[in-house]
Structures are given as structure tokens and as C-alpha cells.
């Protein structure tokens, strides 16, 4: 099994990055979605990400070798790229049928997922105040997330589906994290990217309506660009993190993305208000964004016995 090299400031540091991204990707996502259909902006993102990585691993002479192409678990890998690929497909079409903060939401599951692989998978473990972390944690969620959570016991078919659909993306997204985990063992993680998305890219090919691209306002076309860049720089992050620290933790930091993205829909619902409806801030939420913050705190900093 794949070892983490120990060097967890590194680990943490490309955890927040991804964090970040992926707090604002629903929002412009969402904006994408009201010019373009889901299959040509998951083509998009993973051939533009395809693209800039295999040039850049070409300049510093890093392309995966013959040898290693020989060599590799394509076994895991066609398990990444395919739980991948469908990780993108139902998050976006789960997305459209509900909202970004209630996306973001529900995706969190993902990272659950992905800590239980971890501890169960790869034998990781909890100290005892990691675990009461994740009830703190746990807490916060339910606090900060209530309106969310009350809305989709009572909301209409559509937006049930949607949100079904993301549960059964967080689990792809899981299963595609995992896999990527074990293959750090031979290759490094730019290497394993570069195969899923090319391999990711070929899969929604003869889905897209590429000619559209050319017909966006340059509004639509920025935000497209956007996700695409998201793509290399959110995954590359997060793909590097899993090589310096353990999955249980790397879920953890994780964890805060709803976070991020909230205040994101707070800002650009005050900037742009036709784009985004704002979200309501209670005091209770307030109080479970804090709890939040703090137990994965809790989880993520303390070091490895």
C-alpha cells in the first residue's frame, strides 16, 4: 500500500488550495450550465486539463515512459478514469437541478467516503480527539447546513433527483480517489492525471457539441476557461496532497469547501444578484460554519503517531 511521505505542512497547504477552488467552482459551473450542456463542458474541462498537463510535463521531460506505460495497473486506472468521469457527469447534472450550496453540500459526502477507504482501505486511524472531531464536525453541518438539509426533505421531484444524483457522484468521486491513491506507488501524480483526463476526455468526445464553444459570449467563454483551469490546478493539488498525507486527513480539510462556498455565493449575489440568489446566514449558522472549521481543525492538524 501506497505511504504518505510525512511532510504534512505540504499536504495541508495543497489541501486548502483545493478547498478554495473547489468552494468556487459550483457557482461558475452553474453560470457555465445556462450557455452550454453538461457534456461539452465535462469535454472541455478534462481536454483543455489534458492539453496544458501534457505540456507541461513534456518541458520538464516527465512524460510517462514506455516502460511505465508497460508496466502500470491499468486496472486502476481505468477504475479512476471511469468513476471520474462519472464523478463530473452526475455532480453537474445534480447541479443543475438543485443549487450550488446545496451541491456542495451533499458532495461532501465524498470526503466521508473517502476518509472511511482511508481507515478501512489503507489502515489509517483517528487519534481519540480526531474522532471527536468528526462529531464536532458532524455537528456544524447539521447547524450550518439546516435550511439546506429541512429543504430537501420537502422539496419537489426534480430537485430530490438532483440531489440523488450527487450522493451517487461522491461515491464515484471515493472510489476515483482511492484508486488514484494506490498508483502513487510507481507514478507520480501529474502522470496518473494526465492518462484519466485523456482517458476521460475520449469517454464525453461524441457527447459534445464542440461548435458551440466558438458561438459563447466572451462572459461564458471566461467562465468555461475557468473550469477547465480549476480542473488542472484543483486536481493537481489534491492529487499531490494524497502523495505527502493521509487520505482520513486530506478529507478532512476537505470538509470546508461548503464553507467557501457560501461566502462565494454572498459575494457574487452582492456584486451580481441576477446571477445568484443570496443565501441566509443565521446565527445558528454562524455558530455551525465555526464548529465546522474547528473539527476539521481537529482532524487534519494533529500529526501522525
Known sequence: MHQSSGRWRLGLALSLITVILWGVLPIVLMVTL????????????????????????????????????????????????????LNYFLFLQGL????????????????????????????????????????????????FFHEQLTNLITAHHNYLFGSTLIVLG???????????????????????????????????????????????????????????????????????????????RVSAVLALAPVVTLIAVWIVSVIAPSLLLPEKFTFLGLIGAALVVTGAAAIAIAKAE
Not at 41 to 63: D, E, N, T
Not at 102 to 131: D, M
Not at 173 to 199: E, F, P
Request: some cysteine.
Open 170 to 248: 461522491a461515491a464515484a468521486w471515493a472510489i476515483y480517489a482511492l484508486a488514484q491513491k494506490q498508483l502513487l506507488q510507481s507514478w507520480s501524480s501529474a502522470q496518473i492525471m494526465l492518462v484519466v483526463y485523456g482517458g476521460c476526455a475520449i469517454l464525453f468526445a461524441p457527447l459534445a457539441t464542440s461548435q458551440t464553444i466558438f458561438t459563447l459570449s466572451n462572459f461564458y467563454l471566461g467562465a468555461l476557461v475557468f473550469c477547465a483551469l480549476n480542473t488542472v490546478i484543483a486536481y493537481g493539488a489534491f492529487a499531490e496532497s494524497l502523495a505527502h498525507w493521509e487520505a482520513s
Open 96 to 143: 443543475s437541478l438543485t443549487s450550488p450550496a446545496t451541491a456542495e453540500v451533499i458532495i461532501q459526502l465524498s470526503v466521508v467516503f473517502l476518509g472511511l477507504g482511508g481507515l478501512i482501505v489503507f489502515r489509517e486511524r483517528y487519534k481519540p480527539h480526531q474522532w471527536m472531531g468528526v462529531c464536532v464536525m458532524t455537528l456544524g453541518y447539521i447547524l
Open 34 to 85: 445556462k450557455a452550454l450542456d453538461v457534456y461539452t463542458v465535462i469535454w472541455f474541462r478534462f481536454s483543455v486539463a489534458f492539453g496544458l498537463l501534457a505540456v507541461y510535463l513534456g518541458v520538464q521531460g516527465k512524460l510517462p515512459t514506455f516502460a511505465q506505460l508497460r508496466s502500470a495497473s491499468w486496472k486502476l486506472l481505468a477504475i479512476a478514469t471511469v468513476f471520474l468521469a
